[in-house]
């Protein structure tokens, strides 16, 4: 069991940049694969980045390549994800999520088991 709690989200110009946290509960973090993903109002959840337990394979979605960076630190049980040059279409509730690692980055919200309670980023125009 992995229980997920997302921090570092709220209000931002465009243009602007903040720092989500995934703290992550339990001893087998590192065995985990970790991904973000958004839900804007009104649109289905979306896959934002993903990242194996040890860091050596990342993917994006096309959107945010170049601005967004995902990252973790396994000794913090922590997964990042650093927003630059934000956009208000970026706004949404964004979720960290988990699944067993196996090798591979998974786009697929169904393949992930375990999922934090989200947080809001708003952008301003």
């Known amino acids: 069991q992995v229980q997920l709690v997302e921090s570092g989200g709220g209000l931002v110009q465009a243009g602007g940049s903040l720092r989500l946290s995934c703290a992550a509960s339990g001893r087998t973090f590192s065995s985990y694969a970790m991904a973000w993903f958004r839900q804007a109002p009104g649109k289905e959840r979306e896959f934002v980045a993903a990242i194996t337990w040890d860091g050596r394979s990342i993917t994006y979605l096309n959107s945010v390549k170049g601005r967004f960076t995902i990252s973790r630190v396994n000794a913090k049980n922590t997964v990042y994800l650093q927003m630059n040059s934000l956009k208000p279409d970026d706004t949404a509730v964004f979720y960290c999520?988990?699944?067993?690692?196996?090798?591979?980055?998974?786009?697929?919200?169904?393949?992930?088991?375990?999922w934090g309670q989200g947080t809001q980023v708003t952008v301003s125009s």
């Open positions: 999520a988990a699944r067993s690692d196996d090798g591979t980055v998974v786009r697929v919200a169904n393949r992930y088991n375990y």
